[in-house]
């Protein structure tokens, strides 16, 4: 069946207020809002990007969100988790802070932000999806307790998946630590000695301390690592091999699945937002201000998260002749988490592009 995404266009570079004023507009014309009822716990699930990032999504399109959400009665709060990787979004005091800096303050926003997992990313409940990996997935347990969830994603290309766009929000920004470790369990990187300049910038950086000096290299011990991709992700020498052939498709896959319980229970309860805009290789949580990949195009909404991301990738590849994903990392094929989605039941690659 053919699920509806609509789309608002964006001439490139418009201001925050014309991105905001964009983002009331969908939430009226694809009338959102009536997946929350009056008195729900709405969560609005986001990224503040890191540190240095500039490119993720600006709170003045959040604010617009809060304050249609509120004027149903409801209860709004804006929600992300804690990282693996050791950053400024490692813990929800950091994490909490370090988004006030970024603007996603109360007084800015209009709505307190709440932790998915708790303190450190344990708080975390199970939910049962007979998947094809996973019988079970551990995600963040405040995500249980809201009533209704509007996830708002900044489509980047991404290092490991290819694509970070909405089941990607989903299913690892939505997953507790040990869903997160899960996900990046087939990974294993290993350091080659003839690139290695002993930099020692993996070494700081891994959350596990799995990587130690042998013979004047890093050396990563398989028995500790995670998988997390920190490593790959900090090394500029080019020195840290992952086999993206095998794990990258288990992780998409693994993540797909972790999205599924994520959102299998709001059935009906939750609107899919994609953010075209300030498009970069690497996501949000990459610790540098990068430059946009492409022009910008615009904001979808979908109550379906497979389609949203389809729609997304189509855009992309109509607007430069490939989509986002083989723009950033041509070596993964990021259609992999969009189909196994779609396989087991969370929503459908066919779907009607509605243009307001
Ligand atoms: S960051 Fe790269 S170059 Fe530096 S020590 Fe680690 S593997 Fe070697
Ligand atoms: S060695 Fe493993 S745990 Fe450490 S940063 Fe690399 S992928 Fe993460």
Redesign the pocket.
């Known amino acids: 069946m053919s699920s509806k995404v609509y789309f608002i266009p964006l001439a490139d570079g418009q201001t925050e207020a014309d991105q905001a004023n964009a983002m009331g507009k969908l939430f009226e014309l694809s009338d959102a809002a009536s997946v929350v009822a009056e008195n729900d716990f709405v969560a609005i699930k986001l990224h503040v990007g890191e540190h240095m990032n500039t490119t993720h999504i600006k709170p003045e399109l959040i604010r617009e969100i809060v304050e249609r959400i509120k004027l149903k009665g409801a209860l709004p709060f804006l929600t992300e988790t804690s990282t693996l990787?050791k950053g400024e979004r490692e813990n929800a005091v950091k994490h909490l802070l370090h988004a006030h800096r970024h603007g996603f303050g109360i007084d800015n926003v209009g709505a307190p932000f709440i932790m998915a997992d708790g303190l450190s990313g344990t708080s975390e409940y199970e939910v049962a999806i007979n998947g094809k990996l996973h019988k079970s997935v551990k995600v963040a347990r405040e995500i249980m307790t809201a009533d209704a969830m509007i996830v708002v994603s900044h489509p980047t290309g991404h290092v490991a998946a290819g694509l970070g766009a909405c089941i990607k929000n989903l299913g690892m920004g939505l997953a507790s630590r040990m869903g997160k470790m899960r996900q990046?369990s087939n990974?294993s990187?290993e350091v080659l000695n003839d690139s290695c300049k002993f930099c020692q910038k993996?070494i700081k950086?891994?959350?596990?301390n799995?990587?130690v000096e042998k013979d004047g290299r890093a050396f990563?011990m398989t028995e500790?690592?995670?998988?997390?991709?920190?490593?790959?992700a900090v090394c500029r020498f080019d020195a840290?091999k992952y086999d993206w052939g095998a794990e990258s498709g288990f992780m998409q896959r693994s993540m797909a699945e972790h999205a599924y319980g994520v959102a299998k229970e709001k059935d009906g309860k939750c609107i899919f937002i994609n953010v075209l805009v300030d498009m970069t290789k690497d996501c949000d949580c990459f610790n540098v201000k990068q430059e946009k990949m492409i022009p910008d195009i615009g904001i979808l909404a979908s109550t379906d998260p497979v389609a949203v991301d389809k729609a997304t990738m189509d855009l992309t590849a109509k607007a430069h002749g490939k989509n986002l994903a083989e723009m950033a990392y041509k070596h993964h094929d990021a259609m992999i988490q969009i189909h196994h989605a779609a396989e087991i039941g969370m929503g459908s690659i066919d779907y009607e592009l509605i243009k307001f």
Do not use: D, N, S, T
């Open positions: 990787y990046h990974m990187p993996c950086w891994c959350p596990e799995a990587i990563i500790k690592c995670i998988g997390c991709g920190e490593c790959l840290v």
